[in-house]
Each structure stands twice: as structure tokens, then as C-alpha cells.
């Protein structure tokens, strides 16, 4: 079984400012997706950025970028120029690259002060 | 992106009795669609998974026959939470998925809070 762990309950950030949030994982899979998703106090659930395994390459979106370590199993996400609608909750997630079913870490909450 | 609604936003019911949520993908057929449980300040749980036509795949932990799934259309599926108790109370949290094999995205609904009193 998967388990994702996000060691980080809670984060703040000046406005403006770069915060980076952790994310670990534990699988045998070889190919696999991971993915950061952010939810609003709204509750709604916004996927935020998605990464395959299989790529090198760092994804990117924008003002959000991951650093993917497949060796360490590690997935981090930084958010550049925080803005105060970056305030949420972020939850990283873990899917096989064969299934379907996502596994989710225990969330950071995050607030961006102005 | 595609759209899923759920309904209702915001349900009381009282000890004993059944609610059903609906879940509903607007714009596309989802193959697939999956509840979650989310207790306050925690993670989403999944509960179970459903693919249209067939029965619901629960996870372990998660009683059926208090959980019903139904996935009877391509853009439907409901949860029904049998005599429901307060500990039941929690944010239900549906999303669906387009086809079958590779990678698609998971959708998700703007959530169910179900309050028992």
C-alpha cells in the first residue's frame, strides 16, 4: 500500500514571498503520478499541479513549481509571489500509473499574510 | 475544466433516518466516480469507488450497508448513508473520471456537509 506523508501541519508566508511545502512517499510502483491539489476554505478541491514519474523534468504552472526526487521518494511545491488567494489547505496525492485511486498526505495548511 | 456538481450543499437529518447526496459530472461521462470522507482540519478519505454498472468497490473499513453507492448512469452516482448517526456527521466529497485506462484527471464536486443531529 501507498502512504503519503506531509510532515508540515501548518505554514505561513508574507505576501509576495516563496514557501515551499514538503511531501514524501512510499511505493514499490515504479510508474506512477503525483499531484498537488489545493483546497480553499471554500472546500472545494482545485488540482494545483501533476507530475509523471517517469519525467525528469520538473513540472511547473505558473507561480507553482514541484521538486521532484524519485530516489528520495520526494515531492516538494513551491509556491513563488504567495498572494493572499493562495490561503489554503494543500494536499499532496498519490495515484499508480495503472489505477485510479488517489492517496492523499495529511494536508498543510497555509495562510499568506499581507 | 470539466464540471461536478453535488447536491445537496448542506443536509440536517435526524438520528435513524437515511439521506441520499447526489453526484452529478455536468459536462462529460465519467467512467468512474469516487467518495471521500473528510472529518474537520483532516485529509480525504476515500471511501469507496464506483464504475458505472457495476457494484460499488469499498474500502476496507468503510460497512456497504450502512454506504449505499449507486452508479446507475455515465453522469450519475449517489451515496446513501443508512440510519444515519452524529458520528456520521462529516464533509462527503464525490469526483469523477473520465475512461477507463491511462491517465485522467479526477474531478472533484464542491462537497456534501452532513449534519446528524
Known amino acids: 500500500a501507498q502512504t503519503v506523508t506531509q510532515s508540515q501541519p501548518e505554514m505561513s508566508v508574507q505576501e509576495a514571498e516563496t514557501v515551499t511545502l514538503s511531501c514524501t512517499y512510499d511505493?514499490?510502483?515504479?510508474?506512477?503520478?503525483l499531484f498537488w491539489y489545493k483546497q480553499p476554505p471554500s472546500r472545494q478541491m482545485i488540482l494545483v499541479i501533476r507530475?509523471?514519474?517517469?519525467?525528469?523534468q520538473n513540472a511547473t504552472e505558473n507561480r507553482f513549481s514541484v521538486n521532484f526526487q524519485k530516489a528520495a521518494k520526494s515531492f516538494s511545491l513551491k509556491i513563488s509571489d504567495s498572494q493572499l488567494g493562495d490561503t489554503a489547505m494543500y494536499f499532496c496525492?498519490?495515484?499508480?500509473?495503472?489505477?485510479?485511486?488517489?492517496?492523499f498526505g495529511g494536508g498543510t495548511r497555509v495562510l499568506v499574510k499581507p | 475544466g470539466a464540471v461536478v456538481s453535488q447536491h445537496p450543499s448542506w443536509v440536517i437529518c435526524k438520528s435513524g433516518t437515511s439521506v441520499k447526496i447526489e453526484c452529478r459530472s455536468l459536462?462529460?461521462?465519467?467512467?468512474?466516480m469516487f467518495w471521500y470522507r473528510q472529518f474537520p482540519k483532516q485529509s480525504l478519505m476515500l471511501m469507496a469507488t464506483?464504475?458505472?454498472?457495476?457494484?460499488?468497490?469499498?474500502e476496507q473499513g468503510v460497512e456497504k450497508d450502512k454506504f449505499l453507492i449507486n452508479h446507475a448512469s455515465l453522469t450519475l452516482s449517489t451515496l446513501t448513508v443508512t440510519s444515519a448517526h452524529p458520528e456520521d456527521s462529516s464533509f462527503y466529497i464525490c469526483?469523477?473520471?473520465?475512461?477507463?485506462?491511462?491517465?485522467?484527471?479526477?474531478?472533484f464536486g464542491p462537497g456534501t456537509r452532513l449534519t446528524v443531529t
Open positions: 469526483s469523477a473520471r473520465a475512461g477507463g485506462s491511462s491517465y485522467y484527471e479526477q474531478y
Open positions: 459536462d462529460f461521462q465519467a467512467t468512474t
Open positions: 507530475q509523471e514519474a517517469y519525467k525528469q
Open positions: 464506483s464504475n458505472e454498472g457495476s457494484k460499488a468497490t469499498y
Open positions: 511505493t514499490s510502483e515504479n510508474n506512477y503520478y
Open positions: 496525492a498519490f495515484q499508480k500509473a495503472a489505477g485510479n485511486k488517489l492517496t
